[in-house]
């Protein structure tokens, strides 16, 4: 067990029968009113992000979470196959558990896993991939002067959009947690 003194950022919890991982926390000491912690608490699961205060010093259950490194090889049916990178050992995953960033992924890409004991607690992508656009709507020249979007059909098969500059055969900077066109690439 520990206490409130020993939050840190990026430390997780279970609070309510669930994960929680701290993002925020500040100890506030309002005068003569007992002292608190006002935390931001992030869901491991849902990604649902809450405000709680804990009192000074309030016992609180630590969970040891271990973070590797596995490679994504293909899909088996629903399933993603992952590969750990030092043991080389491969392991089947739900898409649930991957969630939005799902259509973002393409082979050989490296993704952390968060383990408590055997049990996969949360599966974290890489924050942006680059990705080349198969089909777009070719760009008129003097379209760039105006902030218009097109969809654009990437190699993992997921609709971005992108500017209308952006042509087939380029590769661009995407956001894995939004979907988003951050920028082209040069190769």
Known sequence: MATTSDFRTGMVIRWNNELWSIVEFQHVNPGNWRAFVRTKLKNMKTGKVVENR??????????????????????????FVLMHNETYEQINIAPELIGEGQQFLKENTNIDLLLDGNQIVA??????????????????????ATNTLK???IETGATVNVPLFVNEGDLLKIDTRTGDYVERVKE
């Open 151 to 153: 969809p654009a059909k």
């Open 123 to 144: 599966v974290e992508l890489p924050l942006f991939v680059n990705l080349r656009v198969i089909y777009t709507e070719p760009g008129v020249k003097g379209d760039t």
């Open 54 to 79: 804990f009192r000074s010093g309030e016992a609180v259950d630590d969970v040891r979470v271990e973070r590797h490194q596995y490679q994504y090889l293909y899909r088996d049916g629903a399933d």
